[in-house]
């Protein structure tokens, strides 16, 4: 059973910058496809970006520019590097795994497929104020 353990979510101003890390041991990455998430209470889970195994990246145009998804594959750890943050980035995050390249895709809420992901985090809490 693969278990993944985000960490990295805090409050903070606008403007500023948050790393999400996204522990994943025992999965490989290099078969497949793992992705960030985000939700706010009353509103659908979106994507956010994903990543395949040839680190191919797909995002969500809101954080085209300010967010990047790097990857440390000998720590089996995936990171969601948040720049410039926005009030409307506040939500919860979550990272998830997928077996199937396929799940990279785009689906109806953004970036990921996500009936395709098997393994999902807990979530961590972003907030950001203006």
Same mark, same amino acid.
């Given at each position: 059973q693969v278990q993944l353990v985000e960490s990295g979510g805090g409050s903070? /101003?606008?403007g500023g910058s948050l790393r999400l890390s996204c522990a994943a041991p025992g999965y490989t990455y290099s078969r497949a496809c793992m992705g960030w998430f985000r939700q706010v209470p009353g509103k659908e889970r979106e994507g956010v970006a994903t990543i395949d195994y040839d680190g191919s990246v797909n /995002? @969500? =145009? +809101?954080?085209k520019g300010r967010f990047t998804i790097p990857q440390d594959n000998a720590k089996n750890t995936l990171y969601l590097q948040m720049n410039s943050l926005k009030p409307e =980035? +506040? @939500?919860l995050y979550y990272c998830a795994a997928a077996w199937r390249v396929a799940a990279c895709m785009t689906g109806s809420q953004g970036p990921g497929t996500q009936d395709l992901f098997a393994h999902w985090g807990q979530g961590t809490q972003v907030t950001v104020s203006s």
């Open positions: 903070l /101003q606008s /995002q @969500a =145009d +809101t954080v =980035d +506040t @939500a």
